[in-house]
């Protein structure tokens, strides 16, 4: 048995030997140049005891297609493994080419196109948000007449918010059509791979979790303290904090999961055991509209907070899922027992990346209640602006009794590592 992981990730938190222990064959690893580097890491010397490492460029070429499937048949891979969002379809095809047990193309499509996905959330009984799929510039122009500003534009296949756009006025809306244009702006023909949406007020949440055996088998919610578009223009820590067990909103967002994850994996679906990201917006008026649900777990360091909760890590799940390994304290799922409790509350605290030269960061924090810390970038180093919202230059989780102290620890915590933290400007 030999697992082919196609991974656009740092290296250092994804101990891949560690999280398939009792596989007994070949680990062949295909990784993102790019992704090592932005997080500081040193580029491999050698194949870090893998049966091969090769690092590419540009992960998004057709040649890396191309390598997994020669290097598929080379090490007779029976297991293919994905964790990032842009991964899911090319590991799904691959699998289905190759004729492999997991997800194939059909079983993922649903959390990777928008519209299909709101599509079947709908008949499932979930509020989305007012969308259109449109075709030409005036298409777009009539839905903002109809539904007023502002107006989110975003790729119906896109992750962590790149490319994703507000746009609040006419003259917004005009400039963004003349990119989002398919040929000459004249001619106003849109690209195929847009959605266009009405702006949801309100705070977001996310619900995290585990399936196991096609049943809901680990969640928990948490709030966004910030807004995740606001990326490369928010210089200040940006809080993100679990729900308490008695929160009003934490039924109503594990039932939403329950009921989302259900009417995007039918019966017959390939995809039964994975762990999932799923983003809520919680209105003014007290409504959950879904925005959208991943097949993979969530970014930043939401793996961390999940783990402080359960003891449990979503991408070692995950991993050891994909690879066709046993899933302990899990087996019983199929069963449908009652979920787990968190031990206690989590969060994590994040700084983005912003253009200059790093003069100074912060110590690693010796606070007790603080589960880990982490730096992207190193004195002396030139960096440019975050170029999705998870592009860090810091994050840390923390761990309380309660929300609101977590909360509270970390605020306090980001407003040391802000003061902590110096960048100037490079002339």
Known sequence: MSVL????NPLRPFPYHDWLSGHDGDI?????RDKIESAGEELPDGDLGFARLEVFDDF????VDARALQLAGEFRVTHVVALHEADVQRAARLRERLGLPGAWSADVRPFRDKALMKRLAVEGGAEVATHVVPHTAE????FAAEHGFPLVLKARDGYNSIGLRVLR???????CLAEACQGPPQAGVLRDDVLLEKFVPGRMCHVDGLVAHGRMATAWPSQYQYELSSFAADPGPRVDVTLDEDDPLTPRLLALAEQVLAALTPKGSRLVHHAFHMEV?????????????????GGAKIREVFFTLFGVHLAEFATRAEAGLPLPGFEGAADGGPPPRPRCMSGQVLTMKRPGLVRALPEPPG???????????????????ASGSADFLTAAVASAPSRAECERRLR??????QARTEIVEVL
Not at 5 to 8: D, E, I, P, S, T
Not at 412 to 417: F, N, S
């Open 60 to 63: 998004d070429d057709e040649s």
């Open 139 to 142: 298409q777009v122009r009539e």
């Open 281 to 297: 917006f919680h209105t003014p008026d007290d409504r959950l509209v879904l925005c959208e649900v991943a097949c993979r777990s």
């Open 367 to 385: 606070d007790p209640w603080v589960e880990g810390f982490w730096l992207f970038a190193e004195p002396g180093q030139v960096i440019d602006v």
């Open 28 to 32: 062949v690893v295909l990784a993102a």
């Open 169 to 175: 006025d006419r003259d917004g809306l005009e400039a």
């Open 5 to 8: 992981v196609l991974h656009r």
């Open 412 to 417: 306090e915590l980001g407003a040391r590592v």
